[in-house]
C-alpha cells in the first residue's frame, strides 16, 4: 500500500529484515523472540520520540563555544495496550526513565475479535502531553481505534497520539488514517494481507503469547 505522511516505516534495511527472519520462523526459540523484538521496540521507539515537538536551546560547550541545540519536551507520556503493549514499557523506561505511564487495557474477544475495554488509568494532565500509544500489533485496528477513542475521550488531541506499532496491517492502516486521520503511526513492517480470520499474512503470530510465553507455540492464531 502507498503510505500517507502519518505512517512512518522503519527503513527496512538488511538488519532489520533479518531480524524480522529470526522472530517470524515458528521456531524461534522464545529467549531469541524477546532478544530480537525488544531490538525492533528499540528502533520504533526512538522513531516515534523523534516525532516528538521540541524548542531550540544553546548550551556553552567545554571550549565556550554555543551550541545551538534543541530540548525534548517533558509534555509526554506513554500509554500501552495491555498486554501485548506493555512489551514496549520496558524499553521506554530504559530511555526515559521518569516518563509518565497510564493503562488501557482492551482485549479482542477471542471469537468475533471485538475489542472490549476493560480498564483504563491515565495521568490527570493527560490532556496537555503528547501520547506515545505502545500498541504492538495492528491487525483490524479495532484495539487501536478503541485506545485512541479512550485518548480522545481523556481530552488528548489527536495529532498529540504516536502510535508504536511493531507490525501493521494495510487494511488497519487504512482504517485508523481514514478514520483518525491526524495520529501518528510508526511501524516496523506494513504486511502483505489480513486472511479470514484476521490475522496478519505473513505475520508474526499472536506477539503477547510469544513475547510474554504464554503458549507453547509461536504459531501464528
Ligand atoms: C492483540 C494485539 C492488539 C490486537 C490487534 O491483542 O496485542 O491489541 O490484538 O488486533 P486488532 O487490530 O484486530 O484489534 P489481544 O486481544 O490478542 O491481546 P494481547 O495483547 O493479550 O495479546
Do not use: W
Not at 505512517?7 to 527472519?21: F, S
Not at 520520540?49 to 521540541?54: S, V
Not at 479512550?150 to 488531541?157: E, I, K, M, T, Y
Amino acid at each position: 500500500m502507498t503510505t500517507g505522511d502519518n505512517v512512518h516505516v522503519l527503513p527496512q534495511t538488511d538488519q532489520l529484515r533479518a531480524i524480522h527472519t529470526i522472530i517470524r520462523d515458528k521456531h524461534c526459540a522464545r529467549e531469541d523472540f524477546v532478544f530480537y523484538s525488544r531490538r525492533v521496540i528499540r528502533l520504533l521507539l526512538e522513531a516515534g520520540l523523534d516525532l516528538l515537538p521540541f524548542t531550540k536551546k544553546e548550551v556553552t560547550t567545554p571550549v565556550g563555544a554555543t551550541y545551538q541545540g534543541l530540548a525534548f519536551t517533558s509534555k509526554i507520556c506513554a500509554v500501552p495496550v495491555i498486554r501485548a503493549g506493555e512489551a514496549m514499557e520496558s524499553e521506554l523506561r530504559d530511555l526515559h526513565p521518569g516518563m509518565r505511564i497510564g493503562k488501557i487495557l482492551i482485549q479482542r474477544d477471542k471469537r468475533t475479535k471485538l475489542p472490549r475495554l476493560y480498564y483504563q488509568h491515565l495521568p490527570a494532565d493527560i490532556a496537555e502531553r503528547h501520547v506515545l500509544l505502545l500498541e504492538p500489533m495492528l491487525a483490524t485496528a479495532g484495539s487501536a481505534l478503541a485506545a485512541i477513542d479512550v485518548l480522545r475521550d481523556a481530552g488528548v488531541p489527536e495529532d498529540h497520539i504516536i502510535m508504536i506499532n511493531f507490525i501493521s496491517s494495510p487494511e488497519g492502516l487504512r482504517r485508523v488514517t481514514t478514520e483518525r486521520p491526524a495520529v501518528r503511526i510508526v511501524t516496523s513492517s506494513v504486511e502483505e494481507r489480513l486472511n479470514e480470520h484476521a490475522f496478519m499474512i505473513p505475520g508474526i503470530g499472536d506477539f503477547g503469547d510469544r513475547f510474554f510465553g504464554t503458549t507453547d507455540s509461536g504459531a501464528a492464531k
